[in-house]
Structures are given as C-alpha cells and as structure tokens.
C-alpha cells in the first residue's frame, strides 16, 4: 500500500504557502513526535530555501524519548535548525516558543520588526491547537482529524511576534511506501483514504518488532505469535470486536488497535530511528535507479526494432515504387 491523499485544497496551500514564503523569516514546522522524518513534508523543505526553520516535535508525552533524543542528535548542528520535543498542552513549552524563535532571528522582535513566522506542518500535527495556545484563546478551529485548517490566518502574538498559519498539507507523491503506513497508523490522513485492517497490520508488524512488551502487557497476550493477523484477532476477541457466531470483526479489531496507537493507551513509541530512515531512502533510490535502467533498456531495444520496421517499410515503399516505374513503361 501506498497512501496518496491530495485533495485541491492542498494544492492550493502550496501556491499559497510559495508566494508568502517571501514575507517570512522562520518557520514554525509541528511535527509528530511519533514519526519526526515522516512528518516532514519535502516540499515545504524545498519552499523555505534558507529561511530558518523551528522545528516542534509535538505530542512528546506520546513519544518515546530515548529513540527522540536520536533525532535531536541528528539535527544537532545545523544552524538552520532548532528543534525541540513540545506539547501544546505544556504551558512551560508553549511559553518557550518566543525565547526559540528570537533565538533563530535575533535581528528582529521589535514592535516596527516584528519576527514573522509561518506555522506549517502536514495535517493532523497539532498546528491550531498551538496557535491558540500561543494566542490564549480559540482563533483556529481544531479536529481530531486532518485538514480542518483550510486558509491562511495571520495574528499578533505580541508586538514583536507575528504569526501565520497554514493549511496541512501533504505532499502529492510519497515516494516512501513504509512512510506512507507510518502516516496511516499515527492518523495524519483521514480513515476515508485508508484500509483500516491493512493499516493495523503494519502497525502490529512495527510493535511486534520494536515495542513487543509494551504490546503484550496492553492486551495481555501470552504465546503471542508473530504473525500480525493472528495477533489482530485476538486483540478482537478480547475486546469484543466480533460477529454473530464468535467471529472475529477484523475492521473492528483493526479500529481498536489503532485507536489505542493513536492515544498512546499502548504506551510510548516513536516509529522511525534516522538510520533506519536513511536506509529506506537508500532503498527508494536504488528502486528508482532499478526503475529507470529499466525504461532505458526498454528504449534502447525498442530503437533496433523501429529501425528494422523502418527498413522494411522502406523496401516495400522502394518495390512497389519500381512496379509503378514498369508499369508506366509498358
């Protein structure tokens, strides 16, 4: 599965987000604590050139820190970059935010600078949420799914301090297939575009390999096999997600599963290390590299054949312009 969600809205925000990108001097980019590399979206990273980029790490008491703090290393260094775990239910984080942005652009925050930054970030990562948390009051409607922000929004923090919102936006082709079930199990496209039971599975192949204790000790699994289907149909069993006759609702069990990832009721996770994403984008380029040979030989044979075609063409033109020649002549 690949999970591909553009809707013409999107679209639309990325014109929009292009031509104020201009007007901006950081950008505030929310990210998934749970899935800090696939949360990123490469087309905003395209869009802010070399405007710093602030990056909130959302949703940390959801996230396991120890494989967060792989991620911080990561970045560490990068002058472009400051990133930070956040909660935008945390007012301690929430109050930071100033103190970080000044930190990036020091050379503005007066009342006749003011420091402007862009709020960015896929769907469902919490942007409004901290909008009305910076702002002490509900300026942007929030939903506990994606794409409820539709349109720009640009508000006062302080007098020093602007902010604009944006739209969620995904981006049109994601290359990376196990990014795309990453976005599916933690919710960042909406169930409509989704198979519940597929998504389940990869995110019970993920536990089963990473997080196998705290997957047991949710559902109280003893023996526990380590095929993700028959995983998904205890889970079912036991929390009632059955048919008449006893069988096992697999829809239901898979939106019980995930229902609980979503939530953090398993426990702390966080789905992607930078190794292991630094893998995966070597295996899409050797995919793509593969892919591309392959158009090429597909070319290169095609060429003899068209040549041979055009050969044969050409004597059937030549002999039946000599019969046409002898038949003038008698």
Do not use: C
């Not at 600078?113 to 919490?126: E, L, S, T």
């Amino acid at each position: 599965m690949s999970v591909q969600w553009y809707p013409g809205h999107m679209n639309k925000a990325r014109r929009e987000i292009e031509e104020v990108m201009t007007q901006v001097d950081i950008v505030i980019e929310v990210l998934d604590a749970r899935i800090p590399d696939s949360s990123q979206n490469p087309m905003l990273t395209t869009l802010r050139g070399d405007v710093p980029v602030l990056r909130l790490l959302n949703k940390k008491d959801l996230a396991d820190k120890a494989r967060l703090d792989l991620w911080l290393a990561h970045w560490n260094g990068n002058k472009s970059i400051l990133a930070h775990p956040f909660s935008t239910l945390d007012k301690a984080d929430v109050s930071k935010i100033s103190q970080w942005v000044s930190q990036m652009v020091p050379h503005r925050g007066s009342a006749e600078k003011p420091i402007r930054a862009m709020i960015a970030g896929i769907p469902n990562v919490g942007k409004s949420s901290l909008m009305n948390a910076l702002l002490g009051k509900r300026v942007a409607k929030v939903g506990n799914e994606p794409a409820v922000t539709k349109s720009q929004q640009k508000l006062k923090v302080t007098n020093g301090f602007q902010i604009l919102d944006t739209p969620g936006i995904l981006w049109p082709k994601i290359e990376n297939p196990d990014a795309s079930y990453r976005l599916a199990v933690t919710g960042a496209v909406r169930d409509t575009a989704i198979d519940y039971e597929d998504v389940a599975l990869a995110g019970l192949k993920f536990f089963l390999a990473d997080y196998l204790e705290a997957l047991t000790t949710r559902y109280k699994l003893k023996d526990i096999s380590s095929d993700p289907y028959d995983v998904l149909k205890i889970i079912g069993s036991k929390r009632g997600a059955l048919r008449s006759g006893g069988k096992v609702d697999m829809h239901k069990a898979a939106e019980v599963f995930l229902s609980d990832v979503r939530t953090g009721a398993i426990g702390p996770y966080v789905m992607e290390t930078p190794d292991m994403i630094a893998e995966e984008e070597r295996r899409v380029e050797d995919a793509k590299a593969k892919k591309e040979a392959a158009r090429l030989a597909r070319l290169a044979a095609a060429v003899p054949q068209r040549q041979q075609a055009s050969n044969v063409a050409y004597r059937q033109a030549q002999a039946e312009s000599n019969n046409e020649s002898t038949d003038d002549k008698q």
